[in-house]
């Protein structure tokens, strides 16, 4: 009984069936006591009434017999009432208590006790009662058989006929007469009253079990194998098992519950999953860190140590933390971790010492409480970094700082330091002075821009903040001087942030020297065209020598002159010295020194000018020339003297080069032509000069560019041509490069920006 009575206590479902069961059995028990008693008194209540009834049509049958004094009437009628199913007694007492009738004979005139029984129920006060209710006339009791049995007393009034019959004549005034008493036997109506008790109880009994049943039916289903099924899987939890999952077959709360657990599940198996990560990440951290890590008690004894310090010093648990480290056989005198174990506060140290092995070795520490539950400090963690290389570093750095601060005063080139928005001087080298003659007092702190003319500054500022590399600028020293410079910039890190480095070199000394190299170029060019040039002034000689003798002539022999003969020939003499005139003025103009300045110009008037000096050279060799000029070509920016003498260059090597193939092969067969080409191409012009010449070999190609190389017999060429032609290019943003096939001749494509509009 204990093990069961235990049972019930630790298990839910039994605690719900065993108070299912009880609230069951007490909610039937008292449904079944007050239907019982509703029966009952309900079936009494039908029974009383039909006494009742009964007692009344006696004394309506019996009234005509006794208004009368019909005794033998009133005996019969009360015999065939008496007749009547489970009427055990018919009887009429009169006002003493003497039973006058009776369908027993036995008990005719037979006198009761006044105070008993029936008469009781009027007699039980002084005067009798004389109205009583239904219930005050009802009683039961027990016949001799043992039987129950209802008796109802109905009392007889008196009535104005009875006082004045000569029957049996009673005062006036006399209200109750004397009384019927019906006895009536209730063996059936108790009988019924058992039988509808025993089935009203089966009926019980059996809701009881067929509830019972449902409800442990469903709690055994719908409560107790979830429940069941719930536990295993929390227990799995518990375990560690995550991966099981409660199958969910009801929409309930008990579904909602093992869908809550599923869930549940899920979510704690992903937390544990990233602690395990988190977990694993700070242990391989702690293992792994590239510092010395270590956990010591109060008495700085080593608790726990990560790999770094294990390789480092090999110690062993329980070691003093100042012996593994430098070998001390007492603590630091100054120790962060013992200031945490006074304050519980993080502490930050940078130590200088001898390491183990007695080499100089600084230190980086920071040390941290650990402590318990109850926030008291147990343990202090120290975390050291060994930063001897970067002090080494450091040292290294300085020194390195000083050679190249050395190294940036004497770099023979200005170096500028300037600042990215304003182009502010914020320092400068020793060279500015010997090149730009301002001190580095006078300079720094003031705008890179003023060593621009001030037409050219906004151009210049924009120019230095978006590109690497400016050539031949022009500056101004601190004399007002002009020179050209190269200008390299780029951006470095300077203290405060990102500046500009300028570096510039001073190439007016070479721009010189090219401009004489240039200058001997030309005078050789000019020294080549010469015979052509004769040619060309020996034609309009010639008109002005043949008219000269006929003018002469005809005045020697005193002959007139027709005007209109005279006109013509003036004006022939006159046109031929304009033509002349200008082919000398051209190579005066060609042959001058110039100064570097480049400008806007159209490329098909550059090609027209320099074939007005070799055109006639090309025509008495019989060499022909093609124009494919494009119509319209925007300009370009050159310096129209040297792009000139870049085309001239060209004509003459294509010059050359024909009559090179025509005199090498006799009967050499194909044309003499030279092919002038100009075309767009987006923001770029393009020049093709082509002749159909023997060619460039193929290995020549990439060095017809290079200074005193020749592809010309020696003495016919001096090999500065090209490379100047190239450098000339250069300067005015463009590119030029040689195409050649053998025995098809060689093209010179140059490409040039279109200049912008400002």
């Known amino acids: 009984m204990v093990k069961f009575l235990d049972n019930i206590r630790r298990s839910l479902v039994a605690k719900l069936l065993t108070l299912v069961g009880l609230s069951l059995i007490l909610c039937v028990s008292v449904w079944a006591f007050f239907n019982i008693k509703y029966q009952k008194k309900k079936l009494m209540d039908g029974v009383v009434v039909s006494a009742d009834t009964l007692t009344s049509s006696i004394k309506l049958g019996a009234h005509y017999a006794m208004m009368n004094n019909l005794r033998d009437d009133i005996n019969r009628i009360i015999k065939k009432f008496a007749s009547g199913k489970n009427i055990e007694n018919i009887r009429i007492y009169n006002k003493e208590g003497q039973i006058k009738y009776s369908n027993l004979g036995a008990e005719v005139d037979q006198v009761t006790n006044i105070k008993d029984e029936a008469c009781f129920v009027c007699h039980r006060s002084e005067p009798p009662l004389t109205q009583l209710s239904l219930a005050e006339r009802t009683r039961i009791f027990k016949s001799p058989e043992g039987d129950r049995v209802l008796g109802i007393l ?13 029957c049996h004549f009673h005062p006036e005034g006399k209200q109750v007469l004397g009384a019927l008493d019906v006895i009536v036997s209730l063996a059936e109506a108790d009988r019924e009253i058992a039988l509808f008790q025993k089935r009203l109880l089966g009926f019980a009994v059996f809701i009881f079990v067929f509830t ?38 009801q929409e309930d709360e008990i579904g909602h519950l093992s869908m809550a657990i599923n869930q549940m599940s899920s979510k704690i198996g992903e937390k544990q999953q990233e602690l395990n990560k988190q977990r694993n990440e700070y242990q391989t951290l702690f293992e792994r860190v590239p510092c010395i890590i270590t956990v010591q008690d109060r008495n700085y004894r080593l608790i726990r140590y990560n790999r770094e310090f294990s390789d480092k010093f090999n110690p062993q648990p329980g070691d003093y933390c100042y012996e593994a480290y430098k070998g001390r056989k007492q603590k630091c005198e100054i120790c962060p971790v013992e200031q945490t174990f006074e304050d519980g506060l993080p502490h930050f140290s940078e130590e200088r010492g001898l390491s183990k092995h007695g080499k100089p070795t600084h230190w980086i520490v920071n040390t941290a409480p650990i402590k318990n539950e109850s926030g008291q400090v147990v343990a202090a963690m120290e975390m050291s970094l060994d930063v001897t290389p970067t002090k080494l570093l450091e040292e290294e750095l300085k020194k390195s700082e000083k050679k190249y601060s050395a190294i940036f005063d004497n770099i023979p080139n200005p170096v500028f330091v300037l600042d990215m928005e304003t182009l502010e001087i914020l320092d400068c080298n020793d060279s500015v002075a ?88 030309k005078m050789a060019t000019l020294g080549e065209m010469a015979t052509g040039v004769a040619h060309e002034l020996n034609q309009p000689l010639a008109v002005i020598k043949t008219a000269s003798r006929f ?14 003969v005279l006109s013509t020939m003036a004006g022939e003499i006159d046109s031929y010295v304009d033509r002349a005139t200008k082919i000398i003025n051209h190579m005066r103009q060609f042959g001058r020194q110039s100064d570097v300045s480049l400008e806007k110009v159209q490329v098909n008037i550059l090609l027209e000018r320099a074939l007005e000096i070799l055109g006639q050279q090309l025509k008495v060799r019989g060499i022909e020339v093609v124009w494919d000029l494009a119509p319209d070509l925007p300009l370009i920016l050159a310096d ?119």
């Open 154 to 166: 109905s009392p007889i009034y008196s009535e104005p006929g009875c006082s004045s019959g000569g």
């Open 640 to 758: 129209p003297d040297r792009l000139e003498q870049v085309f001239i260059n060209l004509l003459i090597n294509a010059r050359d080069a024909i009559d090179e193939k025509w005199q090498s092969q006799s009967g050499q067969q194909g044309a003499k032509k030279i092919t002038l080409k100009t075309s767009r191409d987006g923001n770029v012009i393009t020049v093709e000069v082509t002749d159909t010449g023997p060619g460039i070999p193929a290995a020549m190609l990439e060095r017809i560019f290079e200074p005193f190389f020749t592809t010309k017999k020696v003495g016919q060429g001096t090999g500065l041509g090209l490379s100047i032609s190239y450098g000339i290019i250069k300067d005015c943003k463009g590119s030029i490069r040689a195409r050649s096939r053998a025995d098809e001749g060689a093209s010179f494509i140059i490409k040039f920006p279109i200049a912008r509009e400002d």
């Open 551 to 564: 003018f002469m002539r005809k005045i020697a022999r005193n002959e007139k002159i027709e005007d209109e």
């Open 212 to 249: 019972s049943a449902v409800v442990t039916f469903f709690i055994l289903r719908f409560v107790r194998r979830p429940i069941n099924r719930m536990v295993e899987e929390t227990r799995l939890i518990a375990d560690g098992q995550y991966v099981s999952r409660i199958e969910v077959d």
């Open 434 to 521: 010997g090149v730009y003659g301002y001190q580095k007092e006078d300079i720094i702190g003031t705008s890179f821009l003023r060593l621009f003319r001030e037409e050219e500054k906004e151009y210049y500022e924009n120019l230095i903040k978006t590109s690497t590399v400016i050539d031949r600028a022009r500056h101004f020293n601190g004399s007002g001087d002009p020179l050209y410079v190269n200008i390299r910039l780029s951006p470095s890190d300077y203290p405060g942030g990102t500046v500009l480095l300028v570096t510039t070199s001073d190439i007016t000394k070479r721009l010189e020297a090219e401009q004489q190299l240039i200058q001997a170029s």
